[in-house]
Each structure stands twice: as structure tokens, then as C-alpha cells.
């Protein structure tokens, strides 16, 4: 049956960036098949306590009546529902979950925030993540000179391009393959065939290890890098193909080997002392690191100094590089779930809050992006944080449903996926929807939708044959920013984090196995970023089957419907879901689509994704 629906889309919302105090309009789409209704309005809960507006009739079309309320925004993030009331006196309420019988948790509210909002290229964007080191080997790669000197750090084992990756320790950590930033820039081109819009740099200061989340200073670009010159071209270089690029900082440790670590170790009474957390004798004496690995020593952001220094100001480290010359567009922000919290203590809200005042200053037009690999949603209510690199809503579903049955996918790594489970269509459905519930709904709009990362396996390692256009079809469709770890779009795979750093094989492009993702990729993409719709219209789901999902994204201007399937499947929805088919336009994919009965079919004979487009919604305007 067609149920209610609302979303936070202009669809169904008046202004995307109200003010504290402004009056917002919302509208609500009720099925005029849903029965009549005595009394349709919101109930929001300002100061934490309940407040109604009643809402009245201003539009019918297509079978729906639309019903429009006034909701002042009392509060920085103000919550509100709907209450639908039958003329039998059922109610029904309406929230990010859906329909209810029952009174439902302010948690799951739909949300207005009136905080400053993420830069208008957020949502638009399709992000590729690089790994420096891994990515590409310039001619002037610093490697080969500092080789040829016998000046490699020592911490550094160097490794040619085509070697195998060591995934022991030392060499899981030290490993080099000198990959370098000038590298990143002369494969500019690839990145742009790609379609992709937005790049992102895992950390580029000097470490001991290749990752580098481990830094020993953040005045300077790592040498091993190409130093700050070579970050300078890239980012130049970038923009002036319509590329941004974001680093990555870590606010919750810094490496045992940081300058302010080491002076903090040596002189007690040193200003540096206060930047970590150190234990009296009483407590066992040493100090607090993440997840007790003792290269990476926790910050103690109680300290106005490391604020000073770190993120607070023109004159900070997060500054420095949205300055010229490095001119970074924004940040992805490390552990940030953990950052300014221990034991009793809980600063995460003043640390991040604090950054995207520094970044205010100085560009107002950056993004800032944070981890937090669980439910992230508590810090994630716009006050700081746009957008989340988090695995709840997204990765970790989409694993579940189009993974291998038995693979046991993401055993190899605890922090990022865990132990993957294997879901129906129904189960991944519920996971998505209940995860993303409790995000406003321009957060989920900047939330990544990654398939992986640096920190899990690939998802092709364990997918079902067929799914992988699948996964990426879904990420490139599901509101969010579409995530291409690079390396997934030439097929690679690895079986954890570590695994799947490998270099990336240049020259096979044209090979068999590669070019057909290749091609899936950049097709995707462009479909993306052909269709607007997908980045900031609404979402309505459709019809859900163990094998099968349907959605549709919807705006004044077009509409696109998704079927995605992991195996032959057929999918009935309602001919009023959607309107007149005969209009649609295959963009993607070989699903069929096909009308009788008042139906419309969606089958596939195999794993496959297709999209549509349709015409826009009729709406009333503003």
C-alpha cells in the first residue's frame, strides 16, 4: 500500500538553511488511497516541549494530496514528526524510520539545523581516496634520490613498484614504495576520465610508518612526499581541472616521534607537557595512547595551548592549509569519534566545534568530513561535522547483502567492518534506513558512501559475482558522496585493510579484467553528475525483496528510479509510486520495466543495476 511520505528535500522543505527563529514550511505527501484523515500536522519538541502546527490541504496531483505546516525553528537543531490522525481516530506518526502506529523517539525526528551549512559543492561531489604512497611514483620520486644518497629514513624498508606487500610487522608499517605527490598530479588525468570531483589525501606529514597517521610534525609536507612544493602543484594543478582536494589530520594523537611529544617527555614543565595525557606514578606513570599502541599518544585537548596551536585561529595547523599556498577545500578529520574523549572527560564537541570555527575564518567554502566508525549519528547534528566517513549506513549493509554467503568478509579487520553478517534485501533495507534516521538530512547528504577504505578489505574480494556495478550503483544513488578508494575501479582486491594498499597496477587499464570496471566506474559517475536529482532529492522507497530493492530520487525538475538486484529477481510496485512510465528513460543498466494491471514490473535475470529517469514530481511551488 502507498504510505505518507517526507523527507528533508526541497520536495518537502521550504529553505535547506534556515535560521535560528525563521518560520520553515514542510510539506507532507499523503496517497489519497491512505483513507481520510481529520486532523495532519507536526509536532516538534523546542526546549523539550511538545509544540503542534496543523497543517492544511494546499495541493492534489497524481493521487496524493499534499499538506503544508509552519515550523519555527527554536532551536539550533529542531526536531519535528508528523501526526496524521484518521477520521476512525487511528494515528499514524511519521518519522525518519516511517509510518508508526505508536509514538515514536525524538531521536528519530526529522531535523532542521540552523547551524552554518556545508559548502554548496558538498553534495555534488564524488570522492576518490588516495593513499600516497601506494597511488603513484613520479619520475623525481624523492625515494629514488634519497636511494641513491643512502639518506632513506630509517624507520623506511623501500620496495619497487611491482613487489609484494610485506604484512608483517616491521614491514606492514614501514614498507615504501615511494609513491609521491608529484605522482598524484601526473594522474590527474585518470581522476578526470573517472569524473570524480573531489580528491582526498590520506595524511601527507611527515611519520614513521607509511601511513602516517603516526605524525612527528604538521609544519611541513613529508619529503619522502615531494615536500610542501609538490602539495602546492597538486592542488593548483587539480583545481584547475574542477578538482578539490582535502587532507586528512589527526586531532586524536599525534606519533611518538612529534616534536611536541618529545619535548613534552623531556622537560615536564615544558607547555607541551600539557598537549597529552600523562599518568602520575599513582596511576602506573606513562600516558594515554590510542587503543593502547604506544606510537600514538592521545591528545589532551583541555589544553589551551594545543588548541592554539592545533585548531584554533589563522595562525593553527588546521588554518595553515586552507591558506594560500597549500589551499586545501577542507578536512577528513581522523578518529574523530574518540578525539577530546576519555573516561569521564567528553571535549569532543568544544574540539570540533572549534575547528569549523577556524575554518569559517578562514574559507567559509571548505568541508570538513570526520570518522567515526560506528553509529555516528550523535556527533553528526550539524554543529560542526558535514558529513561522516562512518560504516553503519552504508558500507556495512551493502557488504551484508552482496557479499558471498559464508565469506566471513571483514574478519580480517575489527575496527572498520568486523565480522560481516549476510543479510536479505529486507534486513539491508532496515539496517540503511535505521542508521541514517539519525542524521539531518543535509548531514546524510555530505555522508560518505564508501564500498571501503585504506582500513578494509576491498569489496570485491568478497562480493557476489556480478554485484560489484551493484555496490557502486547503489553509492552513487543512495543520498551521500560516492567514494572511489582508488584501486577498486581496476578490480582490485585484498583481504584486509593492509591488503588492500596495494600500488596501482598503471598500464593495465586496457586489460581484459580491468576495462569493463573501468568502464562500470566512470559510467556510474556520470550518471551521478548528469543528474542532479541524486545529489540533493528526496528518497522514496518502493518495494524491497530478499533479492531486490527499489528506490526512487525525486525533484520538481526529474526524478530517477533505481532497481538494484543481486540475483534474478522481479519487483511490483504500484503504478501511483511512480506515475506514468512511459516516459522513462533507460540511463543505466538492462533491468526490464513494464506496466499491467495497474503494476509496474521490475525484472532481472541476474545480478544487475538500472536506472531511469523520469519526469519531475508536479509540486505546488514555494
Known amino acids: 500500500m502507498l504510505t505518507p511520505h517526507h523527507d528533508g528535500s526541497p520536495l518537502h522543505v521550504s529553505t535547506q538553511q534556515p535560521a535560528l527563529g525563521e518560520t520553515v514550511r514542510v510539506r507532507l505527501r499523503v496517497p489519497e488511497a491512505f483513507g481520510p484523515l481529520a486532523w495532519v500536522g507536526t509536532r516538534s519538541n523546542p526546549n523539550r516541549e511538545p509544540r503542534f502546527s496543523e497543517a492544511s490541504v494546499v495541493h492534489s496531483a497524481d493521487g496524493w494530496r499534499w499538506w503544508e505546516a509552519a515550523v519555527e525553528v527554536e532551536n539550533p537543531v529542531h526536531g519535528y514528526r508528523w501526526l496524521l490522525v484518521g477520521d476512525d481516530g487511528r494515528q499514524h506518526w511519521l518519522n525518519q524510520l516511517g509510518l508508526s502506529a505508536t509514538e515514536t523517539l525524538d531521536h528519530d525526528d526529522f531535523k532542521l539545523v540552523a547551524h552554518e551549512p556545508a559548502p554548496d559543492w558538498a553534495a555534488g561531489s564524488v570522492l576518490y581516496q588516495v593513499f600516497p604512497d601506494r597511488f603513484a611514483r613520479s619520475d623525481v620520486a624523492p625515494l629514488h634520490r634519497l636511494r641513491g644518497r643512502g639518506e632513506v629514513p630509517e624507520w623506511a624498508i623501500p620496495a619497487e613498484w611491482g613487489d609484494a606487500l610485506d604484512p608483517e ?10 609513491g609521491d605527490l608529484d605522482g598524484v598530479r601526473e594522474r590527474l588525468d585518470h581522476l578526470e576520465r573517472l569524473g570524480v570531483n573531489l580528491l582526498y589525501l590520506t595524511p601527507v606529514f611527515p ?122 577545500d577542507g578536512w577528513r578529520i581522523d578518529v574523530a569519534n574518540m578525539t577530546g574523549r576519555l573516561g569521564g572527560d567528553d571535549l569532543n564537541a568544544e574540539v570540533r566545534q572549534a575547528i569549523r570555527r577556524t575554518m569559517l575564518e578562514v574559507n567559509p567554502d571548505t568541508i570538513l568530513l570526520a570518522e567515526s566508525t560506528n553509529d555516528a549519528a550523535p556527533d553528526f547534528q550539524g554543529d560542526a561535522w558535514h558529513g561522516a566517513m562512518t560504516y553503519a549506513p552504508f558500507t556495512r549493509p551493502v557488504w551484508s547483502w552482496l557479499q558471498e554467503p559464508g565469506s566471513d568478509a571483514g574478519g580480517g579487520i ?38 571501503d577504505t585504506h582500513d578494509t578489505p576491498r569489496f570485491g574480494t568478497s562480493a557476489r559475482r556480478g554485484t560489484v556495478p551493484v555496490a557502486f550503483g547503489l553509492a552513487v544513488t543512495l543520498p551521500g558522496i560516492p567514494v572511489v578508494w582508488a584501486g577498486d575501479e581496476f578490480g582490485l582486491t585484498g583481504v584486509d585493510g593492509e591488503a588492500s594498499r596495494t600500488p596501482i597496477p598503471w598500464g593495465s587499464e ?6 569493463p570496471v573501468l568502464e562500470a566506474y566512470a559510467s556510474l559517475i556520470a550518471l551521478r553528475r548528469a543528474h542532479p536529482v541524486l545529489a540533493t532529492g528526496g528518497i522514496r522507497w518502493l518495494a524491497v525483496s530478499d533479492d531486490a530493492i527499489a528506490f526512487v530520487r525525486e525533484s520538481a525538475e526529474e526524478r530517477v528510479l533505481v532497481f538494484a538486484a543481486r540475483a534474478a529477481a522481479t519487483l511490483e510496485v504500484a503504478k501511483g509510486a511512480i506515475g506514468a512510465t512511459d516516459a522513462a528513460a533507460r540511463r543505466f543498466g538492462g533491468a526490464r520495466l513494464e506496466e499491467s494491471d495497474g503494476l509496474v514490473h521490475l525484472a532481472v535475470d541476474g545480478p544487475s543495476f538500472t536506472a531511469w529517469r523520469l519526469p519531475g514530481v508536479e509540486a505546488p511551488a514555494w
Do not use: C
Not at 610487522?169 to 615511494?178: E, H, I, L, T
Not at 602520575?280 to 600514538?296: C, F, I, N
Open 510 to 515: 586496457t586489460d581484459a579484467a580491468v576495462a
Open 207 to 328: 611519520a614513521r610508518s607509511n601511513h602516517r597517521y603516526d605524525a612527528s610534525t604538521f609544519d611541513h609536507v613529508d619529503e619522502l612526499l615531494g615536500g610542501d612544493d609538490a602539495l602546492v602543484r597538486l592542488v593548483e594543478a587539480a583545481h584547475r581541472r574542477g578538482i578539490r582536494v582535502i587532507g586528512d589530520l589527526t586531532s586524536n594523537h599525534s606519533g611518538d616521534a612529534h616534536e611536541w611529544f618529545r619535548t613534552a617527555q623531556a622537560d615536564p614543565s615544558a607547555p607541551e607537557r600539557s598537549f597529552y595525557h600523562f599518568r602520575d606514578e599513582a596511576q602506573g606513570g606513562g600516558y594515554e595512547s590510542w587503543l593502547g599502541v604506544p606510537s600514538l599518544p592521545k591528545f589532551d585537548w583541555s589544553s589551551a595551548e594545543l588548541r592554539r596551536r592545533f585548531i584554533e585561529g589563522r595562525d593553527s595547523i588546521v588554518a595553515r592549509y586552507l591558506k594560500p599556498p597549500f589551499s586545501f
Open 414 to 451: 575489527g575496527f572498520a567492518l568486523g565480522r560481516v553478517p549476510s543479510y536479505d534485501g529486507h534486513a539491508f533495507h532496515e539496517a540503511h534506513v535505521r542508521f541514517a534516521a539519525g542524521f539531518p538530512w543535509r548531514t546524510r547528504l555530505a555522508t560518505m558512501n564508501a564500498l
Open 169 to 178: 610487522p616491521p614491514g606492514r608499517s614501514a614498507q615504501v614504495f615511494g
